[in-house]
């Protein structure tokens, strides 16, 4: 989960958070009436209190931190290691639960947090995966923005905490993967803006202190985490096994860019093994790389039981023990589950670990909380302490879930059908399983939403429809086909919105295949066969299909796909639909055949092709294979075309030392670090500047993407993304877009041992089908 919900992790009959989550259910009828956050050193209740140092909000949070923990027995420092922090009632600080959740919105998942009569339900944003093909930063961390502050009303009334174990920035590798949807997708760069955007939407105060939080993001799940549970491979027990290219060049830039860009209160350590070593016992990927060379300003947590997990399931361990003091010597900080809480002390007596290393875990977590101002008193006299009930589910806030929506939406095919004129159109059909679904179009990690438009109820407010599922639901095991080429044969245009829901893809749910499930792809071959009017088709998943026959049957006219699209999905579907909106989605994955996975193991955690063995890669940046759709595709309803206004010389040339060896041997690449590489270095750094013309009748927002191919040394990506901006463009207006490329930094490739290296000889810059060679030499 950021957690796994202890929904989905019933099949697993596991120990502490599944039965500390039931107990919390029975007692969250009562709690409902809880108004009041929970909170420490309230001395206007308490006035002894304000003797204590780390209730003094005058001294730097890290001497108040030293004076909390100074003031505790090991028993209660203990106490603070597990996401249902005991409170310690003679220095006036309250039980703490750490599990909230929020990936696109603020989350039931988890008992931190809970909706009552006073707020029943919060905005409702779209799936990740669907908010990430914006291609839009301003978004991401917009978004972040509403949930926060939703997020802070409802803790001032009692109903959630202040640590949110969100956004899941891994990379969505293999087609197949359940938890895909949670994802900003498949490339590092996309990943890694999306990541620190909703990061600093989140964290960010309005006062602009940076020690200070609205509220505790957490990017997980640490690291090379995407295998669930396929074909009996479950993520328990699985071994990521990762060279260190494909480590530092893929899974590490998202959550290095969360450290370093976002400034994130914690990462989250995943159930996975990384090359045999379990990640929440791992001392380099945690006190090395999180802490040591990414600087991390918070805490480590483990996923929930993780920690029991390595214990029983992996037997990495050979007592309990042993396993608290291996993740705690690691750089554990946090434990979702009760395993430390039950056997770090018996691991302090035993020597396995001592009490200075529970000393620093809990001070990275006291850390975080300082920072949330837990530690100030009433929070009702602190900045947010006028955010209230009034704040959740306003207009503002749900408006900006249907703009997500609409952001996100991808037009796969156009026939020239599209978009649909609601004067000429008398009747439509809308046809399909996912037709008229409310909780499917809010994917996993879900809240109550403030309210829904299912896509029939949107269709529906613009045109008049007749309706029928076609299925059942989504598995479709059987189609009522007549019916539904009977209604298609009879409507001026028909609708079909088909896809999958969390039965078919979610936690602990990775797919097989990749075609459309049950009788699904026969129900649309037989309604476009029968049609009187154009065929639309609407994809609600969060994984891509192979939808071959769709795209090549002449008688559909349009492909959509629309993610998991939130609260408001129905109401952006029929806006696109419909033309009152111009779609500027592009696909953050790639859409491989069926044949793709026939032939790759979803095990095989390598993205470079290997052609000793016909491997043919992973993504767009090393997969040349055949697509059903590729990353970044994605159509409009104008049309919109490059120049180059501006582009970097023919020929960059970098000034070595006099002593460099490359001076005296032919290199293939060079460091991408050293005096050729510093600020001020000549010739480092040059700009891009793509002028943009929207040449349609209509205005159209579009997504310019800077891609480069590097030199084929080290492995390189075939291409890879440097930038993306997204621009606003009226009819017939044109604008200039400008790229600033380090070429350093961003010309460079990752080597075999983790280098960053920059390839000499020739780099190829595209913009659309605009290209432009360079010459890197000494």
């Known amino acids: ?106 989350s039931y998942i988890g008992p931190g947090t809970h909706f009552s ?72 760069l996309l990943s890694s803006k999306y990541a620190s955007g909703y990061v600093k939407g989140l964290q960010e105060t309005d006062g602009g202190d940076a020690n200070r939080l609205k509220v505790a993001a957490c990017c997980k799940h640490y690291t090379a985490y995407d295998v669930d549970n396929w074909k009996g491979i479950e993520r328990y027990t699985f071994n990521a096994v990762v060279n260190q290219q494909d480590m530092d060049d893929t899974y590490q830039p998202p959550f290095k860019s969360c450290v370093i860009d976002g400034n994130v209160a914690s990462v989250m350590c995943s159930y ?93 977590n006291f850390l975080t909380l300082m920072r949330l101002g837990f530690f100030d008193g009433d929070p009702k006299k602190q900045i947010y302490g006028g955010l209230g009930p009034k704040d959740v589910c306003t207009p503002a806030n749900q408006e900006l879930a249907a703009e997500a929506a609409r952001q996100g939406i991808v037009l796969l095919k156009n026939t020239g059908s599209l978009p649909l004129s609601p004067t000429t159109i008398k009747t439509l059909a809308v046809i399909g399983p996912n037709a008229n679904v409310t909780k499917t179009m809010i994917g996993n990690y879900e809240g109550t939403p403030c309210k829904y438009t299912t896509p029939l109820q949107g269709l529906a407010g613009t045109v008049s429809t007749t309706y029928l599922p076609g299925c059942s639901n989504v598995a479709c095991a059987v189609a009522d086909v007549d019916a539904a080429t009977k209604l298609a044969a009879d409507a001026d245009a028909t609708v079909l919105v088909i896809g999958a829901d969390q039965s078919i893809e979610a936690e602990s749910r990775d797919r097989v295949d990749l075609n459309l499930p049950g009788k699904q792809q026969d129900l649309v071959t037989q309604v476009a066969k029968a049609a009187k009017g154009p065929v639309l088709l609407v994809i609600m998943s969060g994984g891509g299909f192979d939808i071959t026959f769709a795209k090549d049957d002449p008688k559909i006219a349009g492909i959509l796909w ?74 409009s309803y104008t049309k919109f075309s490059h120049s180059l206004v501006k582009a970097p010389p023919r020929v960059v040339p970098l000034r070595l030392e006099e002593n460099h060896v490359c001076r005296s041997s032919e290199c293939q690449s060079l460091d991408a670090l050293g005096p050729h590489c510093e600020k001020n270095a000549v010739g480092t750094a ?73 390839g000499l000889g020739q780099h190829l810059l595209h913009v659309g089908d605009l290209k432009h060679s360079l010459s890197i030499r000494i």
Not at 45 to 57: I, K, V
Not at 133 to 154: C, P
């Open 272 to 364: 996975n093994k990384v090359n045999g070593i379990p990640t929440c016992a791992d001392p380099d990927l945690l006190s090395g790389v999180i802490r040591g060379e990414w600087k991390l300003n918070g805490y480590i947590v483990s996923d929930c039981d993780s920690v029991d997990v390595l214990y029983k399931n992996q037997h990495y361990t050979k007592t309990p023990e042993e396993a608290a003091a291996i993740s705690i010597n690691a750089g554990l900080d946090l434990n979702c589950g009760s395993f430390l809480g039950q056997h770090t002390e018996a691991a302090v007596k035993a020597g396995l670990v001592n009490e200075t290393a529970i000393d620093k875990a809990i001070s990275n």
């Open 117 to 188: 009569g006073q707020v029943p339900g919060a905005t409702s944003f779209p799936q990740v995966i669907l908010t990430a093909a914006s291609f839009n930063v301003s978004l991401f961390q917009a978004i972040g923005k509403v949930v926060s502050t939703e997020a802070r009303a409802m803790y001032n009334v009692g109903l959630a905490g202040l640590t949110y174990w969100s956004p899941n920035v891994n990379i969505f590798r293999d087609p197949r993967w359940g938890r895909g949807q949670e994802t900003p997708g498949e490339d590092p």
């Open 1 to 106: 989960m950021g957690s796994s919900s202890p929904l989905t992790r019933r099949n697993r009959a596991p120990s502490s958070v599944l039965s500390l989550f039931l107990v919390f259910l029975c007692f969250s009828a009562s709690s409902n009436a809880q108004s009041t956050p929970a909170f420490a050193c309230d001395v206007a209740g308490n006035s002894s209190l304000s003797a204590y140092g780390f209730c003094n909000a005058a001294l730097k949070i890290e001497a108040r931190v030293a004076d909390l923990v100074g003031r505790l027995t090991l028993q209660e420092k203990i106490g603070f290691l597990v996401n249902k922090a005991n409170g310690v009632t003679r220095l006036g600080i309250p039980t703490y639960e750490w599990w909230s959740e929020a990936l696109h919105g603020v």
């Open 686 to 758: 040059f700009e891009v500047h793509v002028k943009v013309r929207n040449g349609g009748d209509r205005e159209g927002i579009h997504t310019v993407f800077l891609f480069t191919t590097p030199p084929t040394v080290h492995g390189s990506p075939r291409k890879h993304l440097l930038g993306f901006e997204k621009i606003r463009l009226g009819k017939r207006e044109e604008a200039v877009v400008k790229f600033k490329v380090d070429v350093c930094k961003d010309l460079s490739v990752v080597d075999e041992v983790g280098k960053r290296k920059i």
């Open 562 to 635: 629309v993610g998991y699209p939130g609260e408001a999905g129905g109401i952006a579907i029929a806006e696109v639909i419909f033309g009152r909106y111009n779609p500027s989605g592009r696909l953050p994955m790639t859409w491989y055949p069926q044949s793709y996975v026939e032939k790759v193991p979803m095990t095989n955690m390598n993205m470079r092709p290997d052609t000793s063995n016909g491997y043919p890669g992973r993504t767009y940046r090393f997969y040349t294979g055949e697509t059903v759709y590729a990353f970044g595709d994605g159509l």
